[in-house]
């Protein structure tokens, strides 16, 4: 059986151990060098890159994220050993977790870091479609010939390269299509390399859970589990008409990705086209005080990343999901694209403000779209609030002090409620 060697990236006959260097990191399959589609996921990347710049933290429990009233944005995996989840109340997070060293994010070092990745990447094949900081989609077909390897031996050079280069480590899921490359990248996390074969995807997929599908969520899965589909092998005994009737374009989606077919090409260059964050309650809530300041702070997430991006939106969106799980969306276009918080946030409030009393709410969201360059947004002054100037000074001096000191160094009282 075809062999590769994860630790000298020799090639070799199936064993457990390679023959060259006798390392135990092996990956073996019957198609692991015909296989090209891959999905390259680091692994905590925000909690790596701190702990490659500060070595005494590696065998520590770390958090990235707000301050105790803020949420988790990315836990180390010791951290995620104990119950820490992505989005967790920090003061949930360190009851779990109380010896967890929290930390500020530091967007613009990730980055950097994300695309120091992705120059790596375009050495390898032009196909690249990013889906985050961390993560991205990769199409090696016809690299063999170019570099003289298999796709397999390239994605294992990769992930070494980032490894010794940038001191950060990924997964990496290989197969024939999209749909399965994302899920193999889970199988082995951390540091993992997982394949899933073309004639094993019937076998692999039967007895698999439909939450595995990338955008099911809780909504679409409360629908599912109403209508008894609950592994993929339920799914199956449903034909495509009834899919379609019960589930509408989804429902067609749902047939396809119960057979492992999925056409979805790996889109080179695809421009982001929203910037977005949302928050799940643990406990449904109608507190007017409260949601304003979560959409403070959702405002103030989507604004970091978007200056860590260099980029603005003109259209800003608030999504607000029921306790019964049916979801409002209200989205307004700004004469001026924006990518400050205090222009975020205060047309968030206004649509929310607008939208009346229809909670309690299990979900609050805030995005930004129709992107644009900074350097094309926040310019026009706005004359019917002469004191936006201000404030956007304000911000940007903020800026400066979050990033120097942390997130806590400066706040607003409103992030407090």
Same mark, same amino acid.
């Given at each position: 059986m075809p062999a590769l060697c994860r630790s000298c990236l020799q090639s070799f006959d199936t064993g457990p151990r390679c023959p060259a260097c006798h390392s135990p990191r092996v990956r073996e399959h019957p198609e692991l060098f015909t296989l090209s589609i891959a999905h390259m996921d680091c692994d905590a990347f925000y909690a790596s890159v701190e702990k490659r710049d500060n070595p005494d933290l590696a065998a520590k429990p770390v958090i990235i994220g707000g301050g105790r009233r803020g949420v988790v944005s990315t836990a180390c995996y010791i951290a995620r050993i104990r119950g820490v989840k992505s989005a967790m109340p920090m003061f949930q997070a360190l009851k779990l977790c109380p010896d967890a060293v929290v930390l500020p994010p530091r967007m613009k070092l990730y980055a950097e870091v994300s695309r120091e990745i992705r120059a790596m990447m375009e050495e390898l094949t032009p196909a690249i479609e990013p889906l985050s900081l961390d993560e991205a989609f990769l199409d090696l077909t016809g690299t063999a010939r170019l570099h003289g390897q298999p796709p397999a031996v390239m994605l294992a050079r990769l992930v070494r390269r980032m490894k010794d280069?940038?001191?950060?480590?990924?997964?990496?899921?290989?197969?024939?299509?999209?749909?399965?490359?994302?899920?193999?990248?889970?199988?082995?996390?951390? %540091?993992?390399?997982?394949?899933?074969?073309?004639? &094993?995807? =019937? $076998?692999?997929?039967?007895d698999k859970p439909v939450r595995m599908i990338w955008g099911v969520g809780q909504a679409m899965q409360a629908q599912l589990d109403n209508a008894g589909i609950h592994r993929?092998?339920?799914?199956?005994?449903?034909?495509?008409?009834?899919?379609?009737?019960?589930?509408?374009?989804?429902?067609?989606?749902l047939y396809h990705l119960a057979r492992g077919e999925d056409r979805r090409r790996v889109s080179a260059n695809a421009p982001?086209?929203?910037?977005?964050?949302?928050?799940?309650?643990?406990?449904?809530?109608?507190d007017p005080d409260l949601l304003d300041g979560h959409i403070w702070r959702?405002?103030? %997430?989507?604004?970091?990343?978007?200056?860590?991006? &260099?980029? =603005? $939106?003109?259209?800003?969106?608030?999504?607000?999901?029921?306790?019964?799980?049916t979801s409002l969306t209200r989205r307004v276009s700004l004469r001026d694209g924006t990518q400050m918080a205090d222009t975020i946030y205060r047309t968030a409030r206004a649509l929310f403000d607008a939208a009346g009393d229809q909670g309690p709410y299990r979900l609050i969201g805030v995005g930004i779209s129709d992107l644009i360059t900074e350097a094309e947004a926040d310019r026009a002054p706005d004359l019917l609030d002469p004191g936006a100037a201000r404030r956007s000074g304000a911000e940007r001096a903020s800026d400066a002090i979050r990033a120097r000191f942390g997130p806590d160094a400066i706040r607003k009282g409103r992030s407090l409620r």
């Open positions: 280069e940038l001191g950060v480590t990924g997964s990496i899921g290989l197969s024939h299509n999209k749909f399965l490359a994302k899920i193999a990248s889970d199988l082995d996390k951390p %540091n993992g390399f997982s394949v899933i074969g073309e004639a &094993e995807t =019937a $076998g692999f997929l039967q993929f092998s339920d799914l199956l005994r449903w034909d495509k008409t009834d899919l379609h009737a019960r589930f509408g374009a989804m429902g067609d989606r982001v086209k929203s910037i977005s964050n949302e928050t799940t309650f643990f406990e449904d809530t109608s959702l405002a103030e %997430n989507v604004s970091d990343r978007a200056k860590a991006r &260099e980029l =603005a $939106g003109r259209v800003v969106t608030l999504k607000l999901k029921r306790a019964d799980h």
